[in-house]
């Protein structure tokens, strides 16, 4: 089945803590997961992405974690800052599929200063 | 300035009107995208074409219809709109038809079935 989860729904912490989003998937053909993220009155926007060929992806206070076997992911955000606050959607696709992406249903991240 | 552009930004109809949107990209991508995003923040992918080819056709309502005149425009049409089609529709555009290309959306158009 084609479907992506993502947890919390909603995530609220303190500036300067690390935020951490969760995602999950079934189609074990996926073999592409970016994050995009959306700001308030604004498009999607890609933030990171990752392959299968390595459980981690390191963008400055970006990083996603994957967990093949598990068919989860999660993306830290280390340092969090105001500007970070926004919905941010874990994605997937599988090469066999024209580059069609499947969204989570978001987490709408806040970080209070 | 390179970028994915929509028209209109708003549109306010009734039911059992007909509608269309527009869609252009400058960024010299060969495939483009219509999504659907609900009220809950749903993004959902409709239709996607490269190079004017239709190569991903989601199960959506028969009154939806995308039209494609060359690579960098991508239009959608709504005939006799349902209050259940009120969303935002964002088209989008990448490199490539296939798998691993970033896809850049545009401003979004904000569709209101009363």
């Known amino acids: 089945q084609q479907q992506v989860r993502q947890s919390p729904q909603s995530l609220t912490v303190w500036e300067g803590e690390t935020a951490i989003l969760n995602c999950s998937y079934e189609?074990?053909?996926?073999?592409?997961f970016p994050w995009y993220w959306q700001f308030p009155r604004e498009s999607p926007a890609l933030l990171i992405a990752?392959?299968?060929?390595?459980n981690k992806k390191e963008d400055g206070r970006f990083t996603i974690f994957f967990n093949k076997r598990e068919k989860k992911l999660s993306l830290h955000i280390t340092d969090s800052q105001p500007g970070d606050s926004a919905t941010y959607f874990c994605?997937?696709?599988?090469?066999?599929?024209?580059?069609?992406?499947?969204f989570g249903q978001g987490t709408k991240l806040s970080i209070k200063p | 300035e390179t970028a994915v552009f929509q028209t209109p930004n708003y549109h306010v109809t009734q039911v059992g009107n007909e509608v269309s949107f527009n869609c252009k990209q400058t960024?010299?991508?060969?495939?483009m995208y219509w999504y659907k995003q609900d009220s809950k923040k749903l993004l959902k992918i409709m239709f996607s074409?490269?190079?004017?080819?239709?190569?991903v056709n989601e199960t959506v309502p028969r009154r939806f219809s995308p039209q494609s005149s060359d690579k960098a425009h991508l239009n959608l049409r709504i005939k006799s709109v349902e209050p259940e089609d009120s969303a935002v529709y964002l088209c989008?555009?990448?490199?490539?038809?296939?798998?691993?290309?970033?896809?850049?959306f545009g401003p979004g158009t904000r569709l209101t079935v009363l």
């Open positions: 989008a555009s990448s490199v490539g038809g296939g798998n691993y290309a970033e896809q850049f």
């Open positions: 189609d074990s053909t996926f073999d592409y």
């Open positions: 990752i392959r299968p060929v390595s």
């Open positions: 994605a997937a696709s599988a090469s066999y599929n024209q580059g069609k992406l499947i």
């Open positions: 960024l010299g991508h060969d495939t």
């Open positions: 074409y490269n190079n004017k080819q239709l190569i």
